[in-house]
């Protein structure tokens, strides 16, 4: 799922001042103690058969549902399970969503963008899994297998809301031939921002090639902030939320704003590309080309982009000519929570409605869907980052370069901050890497980029500089 900017961020605000009636959640008679012996449960997720997101919900409806029911006769409970599909604009059913929560409706389980847990919890829609569904919650095999940093995607200030559905991470890219030419070596892995420089130093000798691209500016969208920004700035030791305060012009910021002014000022970087309306897929099809010597992207690169089968820009030999690298932090140590390197990620969760009449087994059915057989059955035979370490760790075993991501990026990983105001945040932290690419100052642009974050999240009692 993605967030169209600016015009989700009021949302669950309006909803206070709107009462919508909608379906009662769960219906049924039977009390909602945990030995109840019928029950009515419902399941809610973007996704419909022949349309949007079509495969999750074939296997919704033809695996989920059946073999739950199945299961629950086998224990002496007659359950009756239905799937609410959607086929809409994310922003559509995130409304939706939030109105059936705040009418006390809606679905037993629930399918949600990660980055909106904070904003319904701090709306009064949604609790932690443990309050809605008991001790069983924090019993559950599955933690063992979605490491913490994972487990972050569904979290919001410490508590448990919901189970990732999967994620991804970001790497540095590099085509091994130019680095060959370059001198550089085929197993390359910088500890250092300055490393990274280096190695586009040496990649600058080579004609027609632009030594790193790091996505800049506001063409580029959310790309910009989580290909480039945000995985700079925690690598800088900093976080674009924390403690209830932005980040605003501090020094992790200026950090990251100076690297790119090194790259692009110093014509290590194309500051064309970024002012491009199609910049990003420009840089795809330039990498595939071997036009480009480092690209900073996610895993979605490999998969889906540069797959010498089915990808956008294919590349034959992607399995020899692309390597793949941790992004290191400035220097060692200097990532946060002291890391040497650092990720951003992404990705969905899975939640459970507060208000449902059988909230036990609202937790057993979302429980089974994130068993490892429920996730290995998801993917079909698709070869995806899933929460689970267990099953990555099947399905992926013939991947070297998801395996990487699973084994090396994850557990070190970031998320972004679930909450309203991060979409307009993160078009001023675009604005400040466009005007870094563009040639203004670093102190020019956070000082401009501060400004901008005051007047969005409320003054600048809400940030840090």
């Known amino acids: 799922m993605s967030v169209t900017p600016r015009r989700v961020t009021g949302v669950l605000a309006a909803l206070t001042a709107v009462t919508l009636a909608s379906t009662a959640c769960a219906g049924g008679s039977e009390p909602a103690g945990k030995d109840a012996k019928n029950i009515t449960l419902t399941i809610a997720a973007n996704s419909i058969v022949g349309g949007k997101n079509s495969a999750g919900a074939e296997w919704i409806e033809k695996w989920v549902i059946p073999r739950f029911v199945e299961a629950q006769k086998a224990k002496g409970v007659t359950a009756k399970v239905s799937f609410v599909p959607s086929g809409v604009d994310d922003e559509q059913y995130k409304t939706k969503t939030a109105l059936d929560l705040r009418s006390k409706g809606g679905a037993d389980v629930i399918a949600l963008d990660g980055i909106w847990v904070g904003e319904f919890v701090q709306a009064g829609y949604l609790k932690p899994l443990a309050e809605v569904a008991g001790g069983q919650v924090d019993s559950w095999e599955g933690w063992s297998q979605i490491p913490e940093t994972v487990q972050g995607l569904g979290s919001f200030e410490g508590k448990r809301y919901g189970i990732p559905l999967g994620t991804d991470g970001r790497v540095l890219y590099y085509n091994k031939k130019l680095f060959a030419q370059a001198g550089l070596p085929a197993d390359w892995q910088p500890k250092s921002w300055q490393e990274i420089l280096d190695a586009g130093t040496r990649l600058k000798a080579l004609p027609g090639v632009t030594p790193i691209q790091i996505n800049a500016g506001t063409a580029m969208g959310e790309a910009t902030s989580m290909q480039g920004a945000l995985p700079l700035l925690v690598g800088a030791g900093g976080e674009i939320w924390?403690?209830?305060?932005?980040?605003?012009?501090?020094?992790?910021?200026?950090?990251?704003?100076?690297?790119?002014?090194?790259?692009?000022?110093?014509?290590?970087?194309?500051?064309?590309?970024?002012?491009?309306?199609?910049?990003?897929?420009?840089?795809?099809?330039?990498?595939?080309?071997?036009?480009?010597?480092?690209?900073?992207?996610?895993?979605?690169?490999?998969?889906?982009?540069?797959?010498?089968?089915?990808?956008?820009?294919?590349?034959?030999?992607?399995?020899?000519?692309?390597?793949?690298?941790?992004?290191?932090?400035?220097?060692?140590?200097?990532?946060?929570?002291?890391?040497?390197?650092?990720?951003?990620s992404g990705g969905g969760v899975r939640v459970l409605n507060p208000n449902s009449?059988?909230?036990?087994?609202?937790?057993?059915?979302?429980?089974?869907?994130?068993?490892?057989?429920?996730?290995?059955a998801e993917l079909a035979g698709e070869k995806r980052i899933t929460a689970r370490t267990d099953?990555?760790?099947?399905?992926?075993?013939?991947?070297?370069?998801?395996?990487?991501?699973?084994?090396?990026?994850?557990?070190?990983?970031?998320?972004?901050?679930?909450?309203?105001?991060?979409?307009?945040?993160?078009?001023?932290?675009?604005?400040?890497?466009?005007?870094?690419?563009?040639?203004?100052?670093?102190?020019?642009?956070?000082?401009?980029?501060?400004?901008?974050?005051?007047?969005?999240?409320?003054?600048?009692?809400?940030?840090?500089?």
């Open 242 to 344: 924390k403690d209830g305060k932005w980040a605003g012009a501090s020094q992790p910021v200026k950090d990251m704003l100076d690297l790119y002014t090194k790259i692009y000022g110093s014509g290590l970087g194309d500051p064309k590309l970024q002012q491009e309306a199609k910049g990003r897929d420009k840089s795809f099809a330039e990498f595939a080309a071997g036009k480009i010597g480092i690209l900073a992207e996610g895993d979605y690169f490999w998969r889906s982009v540069v797959n010498p089968s089915s990808g956008i820009a294919k590349m034959t030999d992607r399995d020899t000519t692309v390597g793949y690298a941790m992004i290191p932090a400035k220097q060692p140590g200097a990532g946060i929570r002291g890391q040497d390197f650092v990720s951003m």
């Open 357 to 376: 009449k059988f909230p036990s087994q609202a937790w057993e059915l979302l429980s089974f869907m994130h068993s490892a057989e429920g996730v290995k």
């Open 391 to 465: 099953v990555n760790k099947e399905v992926l075993a013939g991947d070297p370069m998801l395996t990487f991501i699973t084994d090396k990026v994850l557990p070190l990983t970031a998320y972004r901050p679930p909450l309203a105001v991060y979409p307009q945040v993160s078009v001023a932290l675009q604005e400040a890497t466009a005007a870094a690419a563009s040639g203004r100052s670093v102190d020019e642009a956070a000082s401009a980029y501060q400004k901008k974050v005051e007047g969005i999240v409320g003054g600048p009692g809400n940030v840090t500089s």
